[in-house]
């Protein structure tokens, strides 16, 4: 489903596993890297970590999402993996969502294959059979908020500098139907309806009080509390904690499934306006100031 | 849509704009007030104020629900308007909701056209393009309630002694679907079912604590504070809210429109039995005893 | 609609009502026991209290469901019966769900008569036109949690070794889709999800602060708190409460209805299970063994 297939490394900071007979498609692996994103799997957990490294801010390029999909994908059919914690290797920034220059100047068939790559990762992290938690160590607005809430549990450091949120009306745009279903699910109708339209970007402990992530911790000790708790998810029989998962989740992610070609034309229609291009043109002017 | 046009004054506190044409039905206006609503609209600000002005308690009368549909489709179409605060000239009373009288020993006819302009009242202020925000300085039961749940953003003055609430069944009857859909939007479906069912009428601290209102502030700080919320949400570009609204609140303003005319036939049927009236009678002879 | 008859003794611990002739099937009743459930009712304030005395874990047979069934539908039946308590009479337990032997080691036909008379139950109990108060006197674990969810209040003691949830996934079984109902519109969908993912037993605090139970009391305050809570409900006029509380679960109500057949082909199957069998074995093994 992954339309842009990459090539990437072999397992780089372990030796080939004996065992495994080198090259084949879905090996157990034990660690492998890419350009964007850094997975590691602990075969005696269980549990793989997807680092985000793509700096500086782990925006969601075309590249990023691509690589994203095919690392989720080798893990969910590697027997050895039953859970992803997924964080950053950037300092202060989880991720800052969808990279405006996959959306501005580019071709049609450019925003259609940005935008089937951003369905993709969602249906994919929303939908997978592991236990997901996201360790929030950075900001996380728009796109990386979506990521965040399509785990099963989200702690965030509580550093109050960090904020999280789909901020995507600050930008002049909106946020798809399936962020806002996904958001709506978290938090209820009325935070949603909010915080949407306000577009806020909530510090963590405000997004702690909202329901946006479940815990917050220290940021020294937030992989270790991911660590814990998805212990605690892997406690459960996977079946049926599966089966539980899907029976929460099927009805949103069936509506973009049935929609998902309406959704990709909506898309390409709505950011070719002019007046949306030159919202996108003038905020991605204010960040380049912002940073000299 | 509002099937009873009234004629109203032309601006009555301000002299006319020397810039604008009298008389044109939809020139950029600074004030106008007819018999029940007075609306003033600051052009500085792009926000306008709507203050209910029909003792003794501000009820929702055929007369109220026209003039109320009216002053607001002209704001909705006047450019110079983007936002709207709602609130009561009238002392500790925001509105006591529908008006029994239209709704006891009327004609079918009567009611049918009473019902439409319940329902007109809901889909414009629901369904408003501009920001809505409800300064609730007294009390708000029923369809007062209903008012205040269908803007974006509600402050109530911190007094105990006002109270809020669909509170229909304490008078036997029971919140319409869109009541119920609107209430649990809000506050969601378990605060909804208990509160309905009860037909609770919440003291403002109360109400805060159950989500019904957003915040509670000392009364003469009320306006100040509508003020200051109305100029953050008007920070946002309007396309992109708008659509977001509209995004939030689609799926129940179309169950009315799909099924408006059920609706009022099922109104007329209810409140026609003799069961129903006469609970109304009883109801309002109560009313004229607590007055005595 | 219950699909096995049960006899029942007459009115055992008060004298026969003169004014009644015996036998008829609907007479008024003051008091029934049967071997399950003992259920009294007080004539003057309409309310009946439904006793669970199923030593030792008040566990939902088959004959424990068809009784409660009769019952219900018994007091549903009688004027002058306006509302129900559920609570216990076995110390430390309110029910502690679905008979697992029922569910192991029989024929199909038994495990699709059985499923029946569970979703009878929750049609009957979540649908009743009564007020119905959970009184929850002891932990209440899977469909004892569903119990008292589909009752209109739920009081607890505030013991913290008393713990409520819906903990199938513990048992590498799923709760049904109308489980997952029930309480998505009792805490919403985000408790919902994770507390069924984790099939968490919450005690007593945590449920209360998560939503599942509206009120904790000392335990010897139960079954006073509980009546004080049944007359604030029954003050309202009956008509308009039952339209309300209709309009808010008939939704969910109508969804089982309509898929009633083919959620029974689907217990059957599951349940048929191989690898669910033995998980039920295992589970039955474990609690033997705590016993003991």
Redesign the interface.
Known sequence: LCHRPLAWGRATQQPPDPLQPPGLPLAPCRAFSNNKILVELDKSSGVATMKFKSPPVNSLSLDFLTEFCISLEKLENDRACRGVIITSAVPKIFSSGLDITEMCGKSMEHYAEFWRAVQEMWLRLYGSNMVTVAAINGSSPAGGCLLALSC??RIMAENPKFSIGLN????????P?WF?DTF???????V???S????SLHPAPEAHKF?IV?ELVPEDKLQEKAAAVMA??LA??D???Q???S???KAVLDRLVAHREEDIQHFITFISKE?IQK?LRMYMEMLKKKKS
């Open positions: 099963d549990y995507e009306a600050q930008l002049g745009i909106v946020a139907f806002k709506v699910n978290t938090v209820g109708h009325r949603a309806e909010r949407l339209q306000l577009g329901g479940d605690q998810w459960l029989p079946h049926a904690r089966l539980t998962k029976m929460m989740r007046s919202s």
